[in-house]
């Protein structure tokens, strides 16, 4: 157990829709990345949020945002939906220190569109 | 732009034998390289990393990784491989700026066969 949690497990929902995936990082760290792990596109970073503040974007789509609350937990909102954003959704976190930064990944939350 | 390619889809080992899962990557700077596993329906899981010092890295589950910079290459070793071994291996790099996010290599899945 990594100590990062995501939930839902599991979401089906149809195209168009819009869904919220939601990620608590391992108590102390203040780094969040979200990831997206697809057959066609394999294992894609999105974006990252820092104490609060976006600090990096990776290949996130405009229908797609992400925030991270005081508390540190992140949501990650994905809209508009189509049948090609079907994927694993990872988050990760980390510490601040940069020198030792392996990131610490969730178990997933696996999106279904139909 | 930093890139990690791994060459081969699949490896195929026999349970007692070493095992080499190889990764080149391509990034300007110094490389920070990771290697994470990845278990049927659950999430990466860190195995070790390369920052600076010995080109030879120490992990879990015994596995070690050499870092090689003249052929730009961080291959994942363990000299007896476990059919509990068999899973999905990625590499990964991160180049230090400001996002420290992660770059993926397209993933090789390990079997291991008693």
């Known amino acids: 157990d990594s100590g990062v949690t995501q939930t839902p497990k599991h979401l089906i929902t149809a195209t168009g829709q819009r869904v919220t995936l939601r990620c608590s990082p391992r108590?102390?760290?203040?780094?969040v990345y979200w990831y997206q792990q697809s057959l066609d596109q394999g294992l894609q970073f999105l974006i990252q949020?820092?104490?609060?503040?976006?600090?990096a974007k990776g290949n996130i789509l405009e229908r797609f945002s992400a925030q991270q609350f005081p508390d540190l937990h992140s949501e990650l909102n994905l809209s508009s939906l189509e049948l090609g954003d079907s994927a694993l959704y990872f988050c990760?976190?980390?510490?601040?220190?940069?020198?030792?930064?392996?990131?610490?990944f969730g178990p997933g939350t696996r999106l279904t569109v139909l | 732009a930093q890139s990690v390619a791994q060459p081969e889809d699949q490896v195929n080992v026999a349970e007692g034998n070493p095992l080499t899962v190889k990764c080149t990557y391509s990034?300007?700077?110094?490389?920070?390289l990771f290697w994470y596993v990845q278990y049927p329906n659950r999430g990466l899981q860190f195995l070790l990393k390369?920052?600076?010092?010995?080109?030879l890295v120490k992990g879990s589950y015994g596995f070690e990784a050499e870092f090689n910079k003249s052929q730009t290459s961080f291959h994942l070793k363990k000299p007896s491989a476990l059919v509990s071994d068999s899973a999905l291996y990625f590499c990964?790099?991160?180049?230090?700026?400001?996002?420290?996010?992660?770059?993926f290599g397209g993933g090789t899945r390990l079997m291991v066969k008693p």
């Open positions: 949020y820092y104490n609060g503040e976006e600090r």
């Open positions: 108590s102390g760290d203040l780094s």
């Open positions: 990760a976190s980390s510490t601040r220190d940069y020198l030792n930064n392996e990131q610490f």
């Open positions: 990964a790099v991160r180049v230090n700026n400001a996002g420290n996010m992660l770059t």
């Open positions: 990034v300007s700077g110094n490389p920070y």
């Open positions: 390369y920052i600076t010092g010995d080109n």
